[in-house]
């Protein structure tokens, strides 16, 4: 799955697949934490909260000021 910034995807459902996905392929160094699926995965839900923002401040097909 590519990430949001190449698919100009940011809605909440991609960032969520963005995250399961994530989740499953590093699911050994989570285990290595010491940490629960769920706990990965509040956590990086709380991070993404700012893409949406973030897309609609920098992201456009013309520079912005």
């Known amino acids: 799955m590519q990430t949001c910034l190449a698919t100009q995807q940011w809605d909440e ?3 969520e697949d963005l995250i ?3 989740v499953i392929k590093n699911l050994p160094e989570i ?3 010491e940490t629960t699926v769920e706990e990965a995965q509040r956590e990086l839900k709380l991070r993404s909260r ?3 923002v973030f897309s609609r401040r920098y ?3 013309k520079p912005k000021v």
């Open 13 to 15: 459902f991609y960032v």
């Open 20 to 22: 399961e996905d994530a």
């Open 31 to 33: 285990v290595k934490m």
């Open 50 to 52: 700012g893409l949406k």
């Open 59 to 61: 992201i456009a097909d």
